[in-house]
């Protein structure tokens, strides 16, 4: 759906106000998202796909920490966001969890694990081709052998509906929120114009307006991409949103030997 958004900064420079001023809202804005459900398919996708053994998971993009909540009923969690004010609120929520601050391209976490996630589109919010290299081979490097990689990726460009509206609404006692949204379309990224009413008891009305710049890769290139970092990787179509589905990837248990040539030995001086 063209009016939902990624979940948390993840490129350094964002300045969206959902991840930002607005970050204490987030969870209020999908309350419609079944978080329980999506995270009871990762783990049954982990279990089919995973080799390693272990429980240890790192969601990328964790955002509140909303999957990390469910997750960590199975598994040992951490979890990595660029967002200070979005990890603000995850520790709030997983108080002992591990959750690191960084960028999906760079993080360093300690350890490797057995399930690396990154999920809601969050990859939509890097700007180039060598921004997702840089991020699948980051998440393969996190990634123990046998270990599996789920990513969700934002729309292909031909499902990307310029023109379309979308209205999310919120009301309760403390808060009434309205998000409208309009598609726009550059190219291979997504324009989206957001416009935001947050009215509070004892506060003026505010209102925020942005456009959020989304890049669209097709799928199959998705996957090359997760191949070239050497994941055996595939696209499942069924996902959590409509048009967008899943990557899954797993990391070898061992790495091929190349047989066709010696290994190569040590440089002579010239």
């Given amino acids: 759906m063209v009016g939902q958004s990624r979940p948390g900064v993840h490129v350094s420079g964002s300045s969206l106000s959902l991840y930002h001023t607005l970050a204490k809202h987030y969870d209020a804005l999908y309350s419609w998202k079944d978080y329980r459900a999506e995270s009871r398919r990762l783990v049954s996708l982990a279990r089919q796909y995973g080799r390693s053994g272990g429980r240890t998971w790192l969601d990328v993009a964790c955002g509140t920490g909303r999957h990390l909540e469910f997750l960590r009923a199975r598994y040992s969690v951490s979890g990595v966001d660029a967002s200070r004010e979005m990890l603000r609120a995850a520790r709030r929520r997983l108080p ?4 690191v601050r960084g960028d999906m391209r760079s993080f360093r ?7 690396v996630s990154c999920l809601f589109s969050a990859i939509g919010h890097l700007r180039t081709e060598s921004d997702l290299r840089a991020t699948f081979e980051n998440l393969a490097r996190h990634t123990k052998p046998g270990g599996v990689v789920i990513v969700e990726p934002w729309l292909e460009p031909s499902r990307f509906k310029p023109g379309h509206v979308h209205l999310t609404t919120f009301e309760s006692p403390r808060l009434t929120l309205v998000r409208l949204s309009r598609g726009l379309r550059s ?3 997504s324009l989206i114009q ?6 509070e008891p004892g506060r003026r009305i505010r209102h925020f307006s942005e456009v959020d710049t989304g890049l669209m890769v097709p799928h199959r290139r998705l996957v090359e991409l997760l191949r070239g970092a050497g994941l055996r990787s595939r696209y499942l179509r069924r996902g ?3 048009d967008r589905g899943l990557l ?3 990391k070898p248990l061992s790495v ?3 047989t066709r040539r010696p290994p ?3 440089a002579r001086p010239s």
């Fill in 187 to 189: 190219a291979d990224r």
């Fill in 194 to 199: 957001y416009e935001y009413l947050v009215a």
């Fill in 248 to 250: 899954m990837a797993v």
């Fill in 240 to 242: 959590f949103m409509r």
């Fill in 96 to 99: 002992g969890v591990r959750l």
């Fill in 264 to 266: 190569a030995g040590p």
């Fill in 109 to 115: 976490v300690r350890g490797r694990f057995d399930v």
């Fill in 256 to 258: 091929p030997v190349d």
